[in-house]
């Protein structure tokens, strides 16, 4: 039987997890890295789009609707909404494997991948590679794949 608390688990015969253990997982740094990366996504895709339709657009309500039609800002926009469409995913996952002290193992290596293979999205998207890029993208589903095994096994 497993009793939950915010500091720490115990579990019968088990020695309580310390919250430093957890703080000291390589999964921290990989949380605090995405979200720079997801940050890299949003200000690059920003001023992309800025630099095509103008300060006043950015600056404005955009009412108009108006989309940049450059291909690096188009490819920005949508390399940016793909990389917003798995990332709640590998956030949830990270925080299970975190709450659940399953820091290590299977999970670390999936969220290793995830990480490294979304890195590596961006400028295969940018640059317009076809096939690679979908491959790279196979690997962070991948990633999420072992993340999740860890976490439900």
């Known amino acids: 039987m497993r009793i939950r ?10 020695t309580p997890m310390e919250p430093a253990s957890v703080a000291d997982s390589p999964l921290v740094l990989l949380l605090a890295w995405s979200v720079v990366l997801l ?4 200000l690059l895709q920003g001023v992309l789009a800025t630099k095509e339709l103008g300060t006043a657009w950015n600056a404005g309500p955009r009412d108009d609707e108006r989309q940049p039609s450059g291909k690096l800002a188009g490819r920005a926009s949508r390399a940016s909404a793909n990389f917003q469409e798995t990332y709640p995913a590998f956030v949830a996952l990270a925080a299970g494997l975190l709450f ?5 193992g299977l999970g670390l290596t999936g969220a290793v991948v995830w990480f490294v293979a979304r890195l590596g999205y ?3 998207y940018l640059a317009g590679v076809p096939y690679i890029r979908s491959i790279v993208w196979l690997a962070s589903m991948a990633g999420l794949g072992l993340m999740f095994l860890e976490l439900v096994s």
Do not use: M, R
Request: aromatic share 18%.
């Open 5 to 14: 608390s915010v500091w720490f688990w115990i579990s019968e015969g088990d």
């Open 39 to 42: 940050l890299a996504h949003i």
């Open 122 to 124: 961006y400028p295969l």
């Open 100 to 104: 659940t002290d399953q820091v290590d």
